[in-house]
């Protein structure tokens, strides 16, 4: 997608708030790397303590070919056996979804690569399988195998890499693993399948710009610009792309063009780049199932944004998966994205569509993300998700203890023309905050939900609580929202200002909806969320695991929440059936 097609959250998004947002906040753009834990109490009144947002941001204009982290990096042969580096990234989610793909078949390989012993598996032997394509698979013996590569093995036909579980393949310090570049943005093959194998310590560079790096620094561990990739039951660790840059992305895997890349079953740990610390998408779709993202890193800063015609930003968007694209879907089941941040926008995940694209989110768990902390004026916002001119839908998720200068959890908002709209149904937003300030009227606002311009929808039997911010700690902007059988009840600094939700003019005019239960009560400038709301404590029990793929609040004995909604989903985010009256929340009591 042309650069100058993007505006993408910059001073001019920025100002696209009300303009009391910025005059009630003193919100100052901050955004530098500092340290400071912070904790903040969740619905029940448990603590939780935040990252320390620490790390230092890079200022090199390019990928750096850091060596320090790879295994036996001056060798072009195949190693066997303990390389010195036991982290294995952590294990995928248990299953939850229909997958889109299953393990393609190897029992009858076009290619062996190996003859079962440690030294036959060789960089050389496996670049000539992969030169001639079809299916590969390895005999390297019993042990763990490491094969570390001196430079990227071309993937030029349909390829299919099995490593049976015990092979990895690693970088050699200064090139990516894989690369597949057709030369033609259209093209939907070759097909690349990675499955049940390790790619770990790719590093890639590119052309150096202005600011920073272009797009062909993207993808540590897989290029492909054309053509599709899937990744199944495969570990991607400590892969970077290049450090900076606007559009430059995928730590691990970068992805151009009209295909699509399918991650079923994997994990992605560690990885850093410009944007996207664990996978970039320019032009493509995306889709991620049943998998794990934790620890990724997005080390650009100041966005992606054009200012009086020029671009502007070195990138930072997406701790864990940045997509930018027309006309594609995003989707993700049963995955879990953990501890991700961004130098700039969406801690978990950033997305920016251009015809209000669907973007899909089912039974996922997105926790202890964050927009990492600044002190400066450079853009930062959206501690999880920041998805913008999509049609947006969330169900039976969770999205718990992010953190963002401002927006510490779901950020919805238009994009120019293009309207987004946030439909939510049986999900919890919980514990997400915003960085504390002395004195508490610097503090950002907007910590569980943040609806932007040209954007409607409907919240359907959620739990909002325990978000904690300087005011609209809840939703900032339920004006254009339909909101029923919802818990809104969360934790504020400013008392004299609406704690739980702002409308489109601060506090006016609510949302509409019925059915639903906000707590507490300010001592000025109160909002009701939806008029006429009951006003009532949910008596909200902990953040636990209650069954289901995610954790969730669920309402004690006694609470007013128990029996009280009307026109509920058949099921709750648990995927038990709900009772009629049933309970509101995403949670279903009997």
Known sequence: MARNRRDLMGVALIAGWSAWTSACTGDDGSASSTSGATASTSAAGTTTAASDGTGTESTGST????????????????????????????????????????????????????????????????????????????????????????????????????????????????????????????????????????????????????????????????????????????????????????????????????????????????????????????????????SLLEGNRATGFGANYVEGGMQMGRGGNGGAIVMDGQGRDLSLCGAVLRENSSGAFGGAIFRTSYESEPTTIDRTLIEANEARDRMDDLPSGAGALYLQGSTVTITASTIAQNRARSSAGVWILGHGQAPAVADLTNVTITGNATWPRDPFTDRGIGAGLTIGDNTTGTILNCTIAGNDAQFASGIARATPLTIRNTIISNLADNQYTPLNCTGSSYATPPGSGDHDLQWPTGLKDDMDCVAGITRQDPLLAPLADNGGPTPTLLPMPGSPALAAGSGCPPTDQRGQPRADPCTLGAVEVP
Not at 108 to 118: E, K, L, N
Not at 199 to 217: C, E, K, M, N, Q
């Open 63 to 290: 990928a750096t070919s850091a060596t320090s982290n790879t295994s036996n990096t001056s060798s072009s042969t195949a190693t066997s056996g303990d390389t010195g580096d036991t982290d294995t990234g952590g294990d995928p989610p248990p299953a939850t979804c229909d997958h889109p793909l299953d393990l393609a078949p190897v029992d009858a390989p076009d290619h062996v690569v190996g003859d079962g012993t440690p030294a036959s598996c060789s960089a050389q032997a496996l670049a000539d399988a992969v030169a001639q394509g079809g299916t590969i698979v390895f005999a390297c013996g019993d042990a763990p195998h490491t094969i570390t590569l001196p430079q990227a093995l071309p993937i030029t036909e349909d390829t299919v890499l099995d490593g049976g579980g015990s092979v990895t393949l690693a970088g050699g310090g200064s090139d990516r693993l894989l690369v597949m570049d057709t030369g033609n943005f259209e093209a939907t093959s070759p097909h690349l399948t990675v499955q049940r194998l390790t790619l770990r310590g790719g590093r890639a560079s590119g052309t150096p710009i202005p600011l920073g790096t272009d797009v062909d620094g993207g993808g540590g561990a897989i290029f492909f610009r054309g053509g599709s990739v899937a990744a199944i039951d495969a570990r991607f660790i400590d892969n970077k792309c290049a450090a900076e840059g606007p559009d430059v992305g995928g730590g691990a895997i970068y992805g151009i063009g009209a295909g699509e890349l399918i991650v079923v079953g994997s994990t992605f740990t560690g990885n850093e780049g410009a944007n996207g610390g664990a996978i970039g998408i320019l032009g493509a779709a995306l889709t991620v199932v049943d």
